[in-house]
């Protein structure tokens, strides 16, 4: 999509009605044969803490990021970083 299909709007700051200050991430760790490896991460003070220990424990693979949220249904993850190489003819995610 790139950074010409984003679409961006101000907001009033009031319509959240909650905030999570240290959400739980979770780094897949992909390789050259499509394999992966999940960790979760809990107690990671921002975002960059969770990319400098991807970078730290990538070992020559790729990460992709999600952070973990609640919902009614059970635990989702939203994507923050990366792509998962699932299709054949996509080239592996780019590291952090």
Sequence with gaps: MGVDGIKASLVDPRYVSEEVLTPVYRVDFWNEN?????H?????AC????LAWAEANSN???AVIWV????????GICLLHGQEPT???LPLPQSP
């Design 60 to 62: 020559g693979r790729r």
């Design 68 to 75: 973990e949220y609640n919902y009614e249904g059970g635990t």
């Design 47 to 50: 975002v960059d803490d969770v």
């Design 34 to 38: 499509r394999d992966s490896t999940e």
């Design 40 to 44: 979760r991460l809990e107690n990671a």
């Design 87 to 89: 299709d054949e003819e």
